[in-house]
């Protein structure tokens, strides 16, 4: 009897120890808590065109559509390419260790002359030629309409897994929220995992002491929502859980997480604009800059501070 | 002895339910209301607000003009000395006038206290430093003045735009005293019944002014009163009722998501006014801005349907740059400039007598009236003589002075059968037995009733169309319209659903759009829809302001001059023919 009590409790040290080989961080560092994209690569191309990096992408839409890229610093050199007007207006980024830049189009002021269908697709602007093309439309759980002609709203990339996930609003109306959140494997362009029923714009991954977490901006309200990942990526649970309301913050207003980014000394910077779904365009944008700093005591989040940025 | 006491414990709590007066349940009132800006809706009566009204007054001639903050209002009466420092200083008086023409600006200290680290380290300063906290109510921007404890002396100053600042005392009670007076607010916090009372800093993201929440809570129920007041205005904004706070889930009521609310309930849903003889059917569709539908007039249809589509916007000296702007729903709508306010319904008054009603929905850029951002509006008006107007205005600012407007009209009337279109050439009406297409330019002649079209039913009823030559409106301009009839089809949409952008933003000919539905030869022979797009080109001249704004001091704040730009045809009523 003794024998076999040992042997269970040996093949049980065992398999746990099994399970915690395959689910540890794929790389020490990333094993501390700090975000989850900071491998993002400056684009080879750009130093044909005579860049020189730290270099920022621009999507605001200041003068006209498409992207733009720019030196870092003050009088920095801006490129755009003709090629990269094509798509139109373009929103959310981001960047992988490679240097590629997926990005995705939106509406403003209007349509554009496309059907609301059309903005449910990710861009991949190609390190190496610089040229933008379409890489992958994505379904919608209903069809677009001119209500909701809004389709990806954001992106995030994991270095630890060269994953993509996206947020995407398409099929969603006034009473339905049928938003969804993909995980893509970017080498494959599988969808590996999907979360059903958020709309969400702005998303950011950051390892928290007690794990990776997909921070979520709600498209419709002022909160910002985070769920548990697997170190493969897949999301603990189907459901995100509160984190806190813009709105409720000290100088914050009813503004939507528009766009969530983590620094490497913990600060979680979030964009707060006003989003409802309709085209309203509004130059000098009011746009405010929510801050937050990372407490390892208590493994969580601290408002610092808000700001008012006008353009 | 027993059944006295239970008799006087009896007597007790029928007392006490007595005096809590009736309460009607909460799910009876409406759940979010807008009410009516600039309007005096809380009665003059309030005497806190009138003495603040006056003591602005009084502080606006003095220098700098600044609402002070009084020792018994301090959180920090030792810190209030802080503040004479501050405000003796040339930065401090600086910053409380206008930037372009020293005009005085409101300005209020909210706070005196101990800086905090994070301040200090954002200012770079170290030490121990007094922090006056001044409200500036023209830019709405938050001044911090660091004042050295040890020193008595002004250290450092530092502007904040769209910061909130902390809440006074003294504004808090007059934010309640404000919210109990509105009658229809009243009616609600007392439904409620036994509750408490919270004032916190809201945010009026939109209007940039300064604004304080009132919460009331009643102890029992899982609901709560919100109703948000102007502090920069002394109004009431609006109510909303909310669920009972939760501090692990706060949900907060902002100028933003009132207006989204309210107006944002409005969107599809087809409303009906009766105005004098008219009745209107009506609804904020989600980018054709205001629908008018089956309008009647002393139980006649005379409209089926009325709306902008879009306006057109172009700026001539930038190639291929405008937009098509649509109108419409602020929320899950492709428009993209949206209405924040419930539609206004006003008497129009001639020399004394009211001689029919005015119809006004606006729509906004959310950063009006700064450059690029539009603000127009749809304006009917219904006069008692049978007579209508169907118009738009635009209020400016736009990207420039240089920009032109081409808003794009879908007019549907209601006349019996087939209707006969004819255009006045002169000396008569000369029929049009076929779809096409008309500018109104310096050549056009009009009939000795203003008169440019005539379509008439089979009944002998019918309509003169008057388009505006300046007469229609003070200051008008004139349409300057291409027109367009078209024959309406029962089984071809041809912009009667709703569009969420209809035809280019930024051709100076008949191409509008419109002219896509006008077929060679296609005849007239049916009912006719009417296209209309006037062209109007905004000017910022001293003067001769049109389609353009201006801002002001008013009381101390930000204040909007408006110069609109107004055009659309008039229907005139006819009779057997005549």
Known sequence: MARWFVLILVLLIAGVGLWKYRHRPPNGEMAHPGPLDLCGANPAFALKYGMHPPLLIDTRQNDGPGLRLMEARKGGRVLQLDNWKQFGYLGPYALDKDGVIYTAPIPFVNLGGH????????????????????????????????????????????????????????????????????HIDLKTKRILHRLDHFDALGLGLYRMRAG???????????????????????????????????????????????????????????????????????????????????????????????????? | MRRQLAWYAFLLVGAISACKGPERPVGSFPEAVLFRRGQLAAPDSIAARVALRERIQKVLQKDPPVLSLSRDDAAHPALVFAQDIALASDRVRRLCHRRKT????????????????????????RGDYALVEIYNYYYNSLIKAFVDRARRSLADVKTYPGAQPAMRRDFAR???????????????????????????????????????????????????????????????????????????????????????AVVGATCDQIQTDSLGDWVIHYRLTKSDGIELLDVRYQGRKVLRSAKILDWHVSYPDRKDFGYSDAMGCPVFSAAAVVAFE??????????????????????????????????????????????????????????????????VFRIEPALHGRTR??????????????????????????????????????????????????????????????????????????????QPTFGPCCNTTYEQGPERFIADGESLDGGVVFWYVPQMKNSDRPGAEYCWVRSYVKDGYEAFHTYPGTVGPLFVPFQNGH
Request: with cysteine; hydrophobic share 35%.
């Open chain 1, 115 to 182: 059907e609301p269908g059309y903005f449910n697709r990710i861009l991949r602007l190609d390190p190496a030629s610089g040229q933008l093309e379409d890489w992958m439309t994505l379904p919608s759980p209903a069809p677009a309409t001119e209500d909701n002609a809004y389709g990806v709203t954001g992106l995030a990339y994991d270095c630890t897994t060269h994953t993509l996930y996206v947020a995407s609003v398409a099929g969603s109306d006034a009473n339905h929220e049928r938003g969804r959140i993909y």
């Open chain 2, 342 to 407: 419930l539609p206004e319904i006003t008497p129009i008054v001639r020399d004394g007598q009211q001689v029919g009603y005015r119809f006004v929905q606006d729509y906004r850029s959310p950063v009006w009236p700064k450059g690029c951002n539009y603000r127009y509006q749809n304006l009917f008006e219904f006069y008692n003589d049978g007579s209508f107007r169907i118009a738009g205005v635009n209020l400016g600012l736009g990207c420039s002075n240089n920009g032109w407007y081409r808003p």
């Open chain 2, 174 to 260: 007059i934010a309640r005293a404000i919210a109990y007076a509105h009658p229809r607010v009243r009616e609600v916090w007392d439904g409620l019944g036994g509750s408490d009372v919270l004032v916190r800093v809201s945010k009026c993201e939109r209007s940039r002014h300064l604004c304080y929440a009132v919460v009331v809570t009643p102890r029992k129920g899982d609901r709560s009163l919100w109703v948000l007041v102007d502090m920069t205005e002394l109004d009431v904004i609006g109510y909303r009722l909310m669920p009972r706070w939760d501090p692990q889930r706060p949900q907060i009521v902002t100028e933003r998501s009132l207006q989204n």
């Open chain 2, 421 to 498: 279109v004819e255009v006045w050439n002169g000396s008569g009406w000369r029929p049009k037995g076929r779809e096409f297409w008309h500018l109104q330019d310096k050549g056009t002649a009009y009939s000795r009733e203003s008169a440019l079209f005539r379509m008439t039913g089979e009944d002998g009823n019918g309509f003169l169309i008057v388009p505006d030559r300046g007469q229609l409106t003070p200051g008008g301009r004139g349409d300057h319209a291409y027109s367009y009839f078209v024959r309406a089809h029962a089984d071809r949409d041809e912009g009667r659903s709703n």
């Open chain 1, 212 to 311: 990776k977490r997909l921070y979520l901006g709600h498209a419709r309200s002022p909160e910002v929502f985070s769920i548990g990942l697997k170190e493969s990526g897949g999301f603990r649970g189907r459901k995100p859980k509160f984190e806190f309301s813009l709105a409720a913050f000290r100088d914050g207003s009813y503004d939507n997480a528009h766009r969530i980014r983590f620094t490497r000394d913990g600060r979680m910077i979030v964009k707060g604009i006003e989003f409802n779904f309709s085209l309203m365009a509004a130059s000098d944008p009011q746009r405010n800059i929510y801050l937050l700093r990372y407490r390892a005591e208590g493994d969580k989040w601290e408002f610092v501070d808000v700001q008012s940025q006008q353009e």
């Open chain 2, 102 to 125: 020293g005009e005085a600006v409101l300005c209020a200290v909210t706070d005196v206290r101990p800086a905090r680290p994070a301040e200090l380290r954002k200012a770079n300063l």
